[in-house]
């Protein structure tokens, strides 16, 4: 049986069996990571996403980020592996009907950027759902979380956390009163004001 895969697998075009590998490969990262997230141990990526996009706030929760700020952070591990899987499976499914390979990239590429946004407009409706739930922010005091979105220093401005109540995970907009927090910092919570915005600080 895997001798037949092969010998399929070797009669391909070389550009398709790209497409066919970065499908497999990439479809077991995300079972991986779908599972692990479902079991509670898929918030551990370094940073988020966050765009804000006529009013409409869109972010996914994890990843290694480039921090720019908390303005746009788009580039995490969780919107890479999305990204590719649409790509993959993009160039599978439509490589029977586009020929050229220019015009196949390109559609393959829109297929990854579809599956991104599709995947943090679902991402954006659990998270919504999630914080339904009923909660007292006065119970973060003491806890530790972790930055989402980058929190400036000196109480200039908010960033965000993500910090867990009775097993449900919130985004609460987090201030410091020390230096800037970067993205994906480890913070312990000291208090809340307004009864809405943490204050929080790195841990040692």
Same mark, same amino acid.
């Given at each position: 049986? !895997? ?7 070797q ?9 066919? &590998? ?5 479809? =077991? ?9 479902? =079991? ?10 966050? !765009?804000?996009?006529?009013? !409409?706030? /869109? ?8 921090? @720019? $700020?908390?303005?746009?952070q ?19 499914? &439509? ?7 220019? /015009?196949?990239? &390109? ?14 407009? !679902?991402?954006? #409706? +659990?998270?919504? &759902?999630? $914080? ?9 005091? $003491?806890?530790?979380?972790? @930055? ?17 109540? #009775?097993?449900?995970? #919130?985004?609460l907009?987090? #201030? ?21 915005? +943490? =204050?929080?600080e790195?841990?040692?």
């Amino acid at each position: 049986m !895997m001798t037949s895969f092969f010998d399929w697998y070797q009669a391909l075009p070389p550009y398709m069996r790209a497409y066919w &590998l970065i499908a497999i490969v990439v479809s =077991i990262i995300f079972a991986v990571q779908m599972t692990l997230t479902l =079991i509670g141990l898929g918030d551990t990526d370094a940073g988020g996403m966050d !765009m804000d996009a006529g009013g !409409m706030d /869109l972010g996914d929760g994890n990843g290694d980020t480039m921090d @720019t $700020g908390g303005a746009i952070q788009l580039f995490t591990i969780r919107n890479t592996v999305n990204f590719l899987l649409g790509v993959g499976w993009g160039g599978v499914c &439509l490589g029977g009907v586009i020929q050229n390979r220019f /015009l196949l990239a &390109l559609a393959a590429i829109a297929c990854g950027c579809v599956m991104v946004c599709a995947f943090i407009i !679902m991402y954006k #409706q +659990l998270m919504k &759902l999630e $914080g339904n739930g009923s909660y007292r922010i006065e119970e973060s005091v $003491g806890q530790v979380c972790e @930055t989402y979105l980058r929190i400036p220093g000196r109480r200039s401005g908010s960033g965000k956390v993500q910090i867990s109540f #009775q097993g449900s995970v #919130q985004e609460l907009p987090a #201030q410091t009163e020390g230096e800037a927090i970067p993205s994906g910092t480890k913070v312990k919570v000291t208090k809340v004001i307004d009864r809405s915005v +943490l =204050i929080v600080e790195k841990l040692a």
